[in-house]
């Protein structure tokens, strides 16, 4: 059997509390192939930070660990690039600058300057932010300083894309407007991806497989759910589609039925719609 | 202190038409001219009714009239200094015209130092104390910042020197510098050299905490950048961490300027080293009718030179720092 790409084995994590070690996570088992997109889903405080600052090398597991082609992976580095929830882009730098910070630093030796102005200018387009190239991050909306993110990221040509809620903080229109450029971008370069998400409609329309995470403390996946939608998706289209709204009918169990917070809800804040549901 | 205000803010301004910003501007100056007047008219009044040793204290008017009489003194000296470097001239003429061999030495004029003099030596004097200040501050603030370790050890220091007076350092310095200065042909004249090092002492503080506090506060997100990146500790410093803390640092910068200029009229003073401090205890003891009207020029004349000191510092900052939205005042 040929080996996964990107392999998470027996992977937890304790962190030391006041009472003992608090367990965040136990027995994440998950392999992934090379080009696939996965999503976690879970609620709040469920790990599913801890699981992507794992694999990119930020925090170190207790036990188990996570295998990129093979090798063990403990320290961060470019190859497994991170898109940060609220883009982290140096202010005081240009988007060009941003981005010229990351490729300077992946490719110093390997590409001349002009091939890596190229390069830069290459990725900007990718995300269509070559014209804001001498803006600073202060001076543009927060959908385009995530696509210099995005941009930043794919700069370093990763093999794997790491991304905590990228769209997390942006309107409900620019987020639609992102992903499209996401699935987009994704089908020309077949990056593997790992996505947190709390939005069960972007789980459903970008993902090949789903992974929904069970409530702390000790953490784990609790179901995984392939999603074998053709591609390319359209999101008006599946807006009707059977299959599309089985899928999120099966996240939306998960997370409300059988995951459900137990934290009591303030009976005005129950008539509320829940968090995630709302439509992408 | 630069305070960090909404973006709004300045939209909103940007948004005003350029004829409203002009009529504020003006009612800007207006105002602060009514201000200026209402004071001016309060010491007036107050002044004619205080009576003291040396005759009633004196109102804008005499203070104005000795203005003009330290220019008159100034310009007299120079007039003096150069008359002085004439006649040498003339002489070494005439003596090369009987000799041309003759060896010739151009003395120096050794005048008495006027009010000019004076404002000259104390600012040369503060930029020095405050150019030492910030070369010690800024770097080891930053290392001190990065290292948790290193900060617990040296907190309990910093706060226990920083607040110590001027005049508490300069028995001290003025001791040391006697004993460990000795030169024979030395660059810096010894008062000179004590003035620097009290201001230095005692103005590094704000920059140096400022620093610390600003490295300290680089945003985790960022540290994680440099992480993925792997930038290595000199990048991290240069591009990541010194960037982060610019805008701290001038907050710092600004302060110790601040203190820098305070401690030294303090310093020259009490020290008897030449600068307007010395100015202003010369005139204290001289205790002539025009004494007090001097002192209340060199007063304000120190209000203004910190006023510009700071308003430069300020230019400074915002040629060089990245973060243009610190509201500037």
């Given at each position: 059997m040929q080996k996964p790409h990107l392999e998470l084995s027996q992977l937890g994590i304790e962190f030391p509390g006041a009472n003992g070690p608090f367990i965040a996570l136990q027995q994440v088992d998950l392999q992934i192939a090379r080009g696939e997109f996965i999503s976690l889903i879970g609620h709040s405080g469920c790990g599913k930070s801890t699981v992507l600052n794992l694999v990119a090398g930020l925090l170190q597991a207790t036990t188990g660990g996570v295998l990129l082609n093979n090798k063990e992976v403990n320290a961060p580095g470019p190859e497994r690039a991170v898109v940060f929830q609220n883009h982290s882009l140096l202010p005081w730098l240009t988007v060009y600058q941003n981005v010229e910070l990351a490729v300077k630093q992946v490719f110093r030796g390997q590409k001349r300057k002009a091939e890596m102005r190229d390069w830069i200018e290459h990725n900007l387009a990718l995300v269509q932010m070559q014209h804001a190239s001498?803006?600073?991050?202060?001076?543009?909306s927060g959908g385009m300083k995530q696509r210099v993110g995005i941009a930043r990221a794919l700069a370093m040509q990763p093999e794997v894309l790491l991304m905590?809620?990228?769209?997390?903080?942006?309107?409900a229109l620019t987020r639609a407007h992102l992903q499209d450029s996401l699935m987009e971008i994704q089908a020309r370069l077949n990056n593997t991806v790992i996505m947190i998400t709390h939005d069960v409609d972007e789980a459903v329309l970008l993902s090949d497989r789903i992974v929904m995470m069970t409530n702390g403390p000790a953490a784990t996946i609790g179901e995984v759910l392939p999603i074998t939608l053709p591609r390319p998706r359209n999101r008006i289209e599946l807006a009707d589609c059977a299959t599309y709204n089985h899928y999120r009918h099966q996240v939306l169990s998960f997370l409300y039925e059988k995951q459900r917070k137990i934290e009591p809800l303030p009976s005005q804040a129950a008539l509320k719609p829940a968090p995630g549901v709302k439509r992408a | 202190m630069s305070t960090t205000l909404p973006n709004r803010w300045l939209r909103a301004r940007s948004w005003l038409p350029q004829r409203l910003k002009l009529q504020r501007l003006s009612e800007q100056f207006a105002l602060a001219a009514v201000g200026i007047a209402a004071f001016l008219l309060c010491w007036h009044l107050v002044a004619g009714q205080i009576h003291t040793s040396l005759g009633s204290f004196p109102g804008p008017l005499q203070v104005a009239e000795q203005w003009s009489g330290l220019v008159a003194e100034h310009r007299q000296e120079k007039a003096r200094e150069a008359a002085f470097f004439e006649r040498q001239h003339q002489r070494h003429a005439a003596a090369l015209a009987e000799d041309p061999t003759a060896e010739l030495v151009l003395r120096p004029y050794r005048g008495r130092p006027t009010f000019f003099h004076q404002i000259q030596t104390s600012l040369l004097t503060v930029l020095a104390g405050f150019v030492l200040a910030s070369a010690i501050a800024i770097p080891t603030g930053m290392v001190i910042g990065l290292s948790n370790r290193l900060y617990a050890a040296s907190n309990p220091l910093i706060q226990l020197f920083k607040p110590v007076s001027p005049l508490a350092w300069l028995p001290l310095i003025t001791i040391l510098v006697s004993a460990l200065y000795?030169?024979?042909?030395?660059?810096?004249?010894r008062s000179f050299v004590v003035s620097v090092l009290t201001v230095t002492l005692c103005s590094l503080w704000p920059t140096l905490l400022n620093t610390i506090v600003g490295v300290n506060s680089v945003s985790s997100d960022l540290n994680n950048v440099s992480k993925v990146l792997r930038l290595n500790w000199w990048t991290h410093l240069r591009r990541i961490v010194l960037p982060s803390a610019i805008p701290h640092i001038f907050t710092g910068l600004r302060l110790s300027l601040g203190i820098a200029w305070m401690v030294l009229i303090a310093a020259e003073m009490l020290a008897q080293n030449p600068g307007l401090g010395k100015f202003v205890w010369d005139e204290f003891q001289n205790g002539s009718s025009d004494s007090l009207s001097r002192i209340c020029v060199a007063v304000l004349v120190i209000g203004l030179i910190g006023l510009l000191l700071d308003r430069l510092m300020l230019l400074l900052q915002s040629k060089l720092s990245w973060d243009k939205t610190a509201v500037l005042r």
């Open positions: 001498d803006r600073r991050p202060a001076e543009i905590d809620e990228p769209f997390g903080a942006l309107d | 000795q030169s024979e042909d030395p660059w810096f004249s």
